[in-house]
């Protein structure tokens, strides 16, 4: 699935989103990586880098403290037995429904797609379907999440382990909340990120005493420090997500367990 600028999108792009055109127009809609847009080789280049560090390719273990200053999370809120329910069946329907992808053929053969495929090292493997994720925009179904999750086993094999879903970057807590109620599972996006200018993509590997410069493991945060290393600063990188791993667990705090900590 291709997607192009359309008159809904292109009031949406400022100067400095419009050059980030696969994760950032896709975010505009649901999520980073279920469409995939027409653009130059240099774009595809440092549009990849920043996908690769944000799902995985680089990161692994607890969040440390540069990490933590990029992501926001959902703000936690008093659970109630009625969360507790409404909880419990969602993940009940997408377990179900995820039944069937215990094969990752079976994903392919529903329209899910590896992301990042020459990425062998991925803490945490996304299956991703281009049209359910422009769909979780509109509309929740718990059954049809944007992206299933596996994990790579001892046997070298990749293992079901649960299901993301998607919404994008501006919407409200109470959006959020009515898909997955935020007392029970922590959202997060990806924020205050520096990145390397358009056209420096080799600048990706760059460190300083020890730490990256660019990317979600850096300790630049803010618009100033980035301009100081002649970077592009993104205040938000790419929209909404939760894990639901419900092949992880039967209990709600393991299957919405905030695993970015």
């Not at 008159?7 to 419009?18: D, F, G, I, Q, R």
């Not at 495929?117 to 945490?124: A, C, D, E, S």
């Not at 059954?143 to 649960?162: C, E, F, N, Q």
């Not at 898909?179 to 997060?188: E, F, K, Q």
Request: glycine share 6%; proline share 6%; net charge neutral.
């Amino acid at each position: 699935m291709t997607l192009e600028l359309s008159n809904y999108t292109k009031p949406m792009l400022n100067a400095k989103s419009a050059t980030l055109t696969l994760p950032i127009l896709a975010a505009l809609l649901a999520f980073p990586h279920q469409a995939t847009a027409q653009t130059p080789a240099g774009d595809g280049v440092r549009t990849s880098g920043m996908a690769e560090h944000a799902m995985g390719g680089t990161m692994s273990g607890p969040m440390d403290e540069n990490m933590m200053k990029h992501m926001q999370l959902t703000p936690p809120r008093t659970p109630t037995h009625a969360d507790s329910l409404r909880a419990t069946r969602v993940a009940a329907e997408l377990k179900l429904a995820l039944a069937k992808y215990q094969d990752t053929a079976a994903a392919v053969a529903d329209g899910y797609k590896m992301f990042l495929p020459n990425v062998k090292t991925q803490r945490i493997y996304h299956f991703t379907n281009n049209r359910r994720g422009l769909l979780a925009a509109f509309h929740f179904d718990a059954a049809k999440p944007t992206s299933i999750l596996y994990k790579r086993g001892a046997d070298g094999k990749l293992h079901l382990v649960g299901a993301m879903y998607t919404l994008g970057k501006n919407a409200s807590l109470d959006r959020l909340d009515a898909r997955v109620p935020l007392s029970i599972a922590r959202w997060h996006k990806h924020v205050n990120w520096c990145l390397p200018a358009k056209g420096e993509e080799a600048r990706w590997t760059e460190q300083k005493n020890g730490k990256p410069v660019f990317g979600p493991e850096s300790p630049i945060a803010t618009e100033r420090e980035c301009d100081a290393v002649h970077g592009d600063f993104q205040p938000t990188v790419f929209g909404w997500m939760l894990h639901a791993n419900v092949y992880e667990g039967a209990d709600l705090h393991t299957i919405f367990a905030d695993d970015h900590e």
